[in-house]
């Protein structure tokens, strides 16, 4: 039985009336969602935004001392020779006060020319000049007079209050330049925790006052954020520029660690209903 062409069209008419009620409701429900999630994330007129700050002060344990060795001889071998023989009777004290292979690390390690800069003696004077005096030719030129070898050394100091007699002795073996202690704390990542949640706590303590006041309650976090600084009280070691002749100055035997303070700074984005 064949089916007439009026009934097929028919259906096709309504099926085609059907798909664009269903677009447009769809269409409808999609604006729909648009406009809420901008009203709820995007304006500032249903949400508040407050700053907390939190802080915690503890104790260093450790300290960490950067030195330096350098060395000039004729030709770098000589140079790097002298700076070993320093580096040997640093690395033995580190050592011998109990501070493990892994807390001792060079830096940095170089090598660089020395110049001179030098101009002839002229036989004659020079037309214009007077006939006295040391003249020099012009056209001078620099000179390689030599090498300066250099290694710098970090070392973390975990019995920290060592670490006074511990500068005071790498002074004495001949090291170039002399610095920290630099106090730290190892392991910081609980302490930052706990400052965070400070933080927090101040943020939305603040957010439930300005609430109350204005007569609205708080919902979800829109936005988050945190800030934060790591610090407390450093204290350096004058450099020592030491040579053969002078008896370098004592570094103390203790040094005051005071407290490092660790600290968060959050910025919070609340809804409000």
């Known amino acids: 039985m064949e089916i007439p062409n009026q009934y097929i069209k028919n259906i096709y008419r309504v099926s085609l009336v059907f798909l664009v009620i269903l677009s447009l409701f769809f269409a409808v429900k999609l604006l729909a969602e648009f406009r ?60 011998a006060k109990g501070v493990e292979d892994k807390d001792v690390k060079t ?17 004659r004077p020079l037309e214009g000049t007077p006939a006295t005096g040391t003249l020099f030719c012009p056209g001078g030129k620099q ?5 300066t070898a250099s290694e710098s050394i970090t070392v973390k100091v975990r019995k920290i209050d060592d670490a006074g007699a511990i500068m005071q002795e790498l002074g004495a073996v001949g090291v170039t330049d002399l610095n920290g202690p630099n106090f730290t704390i190892d392991k910081e990542d609980s302490l930052k925790a706990e400052a965070r949640k400070k933080a927090i706590d101040d943020a939305r303590v603040k957010a ?18 945190e800030g934060g600084s790591y610090g407390g009280p450093v204290y350096y070691a004058k450099s020592a520029a030491l040579d053969n002749s002078v008896s370098p100055a004592p570094a103390p035997a203790q040094i005051p660690k005071g407290e490092n303070t660790i600290s968060s700074d959050v910025t919070i984005t609340y809804e409000i209903k």
Do not use: W
């Open 143 to 147: 000179v390689i007079i030599g090498y």
């Open 36 to 95: 809420s999630y901008n009203m709820m994330g995007s304006s500032g007129s249903n949400t508040i935004t407050l700053s907390g700050h939190g802080e915690v002060q503890a104790v260093p344990d450790i300290a960490n001392v950067y030195f330096t060795i350098s060395k000039d001889a004729a030709i770098v071998k000589d140079a790097q020779d002298s700076v070993a023989v320093i580096e040997k009777k640093a690395l033995e004290l580190l050592k």
């Open 107 to 123: 830096a940095n390690a170089s090598f660089y020319p020395k110049y001179e800069y030098r101009q002839a003696l002229c036989p």
């Open 208 to 225: 439930e006052v300005l609430a109350n006041d204005l007569g609205v309650s708080l919902g979800r976090i829109s936005t988050f954020s």
